[in-house]
């Protein structure tokens, strides 16, 4: 696996090696696991892509229909600008689009989405009122360019729709509403959320997934047992 360093050469070049590919397919397949294993993408739930090449674009993406906790290096595909499989057996996640909204939107390196608990409840929770703030918490300076805990975290929430080309476009629109938004909810669904590469993108879901359990167990009246 090519270094943090080396690869923000690479991406600052635009140069994308095999090897950066390889690294970040490896990478991927990294995070399912981990995320299968804390419960933010059980069973074939969630999804995850990284950008490997800017010009002309390409995603690596997991395909539609597998576990996460026993995802395999071919498992993951190439797909270009408009989300057709370039590259690899399977089809590519319904959220593609989704994807590359928000890769278009945040010019953002990696996009994860997890269907975790708490993102489902919260999500239901202020569908109404279109999202909620989370703010006063020191896990806030976790997100990318948070300097402290006073910040208030915007979180838009979406209504749910098997509509992908409807809702990608309804994910731009609220991109440009909320441009210092770090994720968004899905109703009833999970969380999407982004970085200018996947390190930092799972750090956001770790962040967030944090964030999202704080509030939920003290505004949804829900305890530990
Ligand atoms: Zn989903």
Known sequence: MAS???QSVEQTTGVFTESFTESTIARIVGIGCE???RGWALGTSGNFSAVIARN???LAITSSGLDKGALAPEQILTVDEQGAVIDGQGRPSDETKLHLAVVRRRDAGAVLHTHSVWSTILSEMHAERGGFEIAGYEMLKGL???RTHRHRERLPVLANSQDMTALAAEVETT????PEAHGFLLA???LYTWGRDLDEARRHVEILEFLLEVVGRTTAG???S
């Open 175 to 178: 991109l440009d509403a909320y």
């Open 144 to 146: 990318s360019g948070v």
């Open 4 to 6: 943090a360093n080396e």
């Open 56 to 58: 002309p674009l390409r």
């Open 188 to 190: 009833g669904h999970g």
């Open 35 to 37: 995320f299968h294993r």
């Open 222 to 224: 829900v305890r530990k």
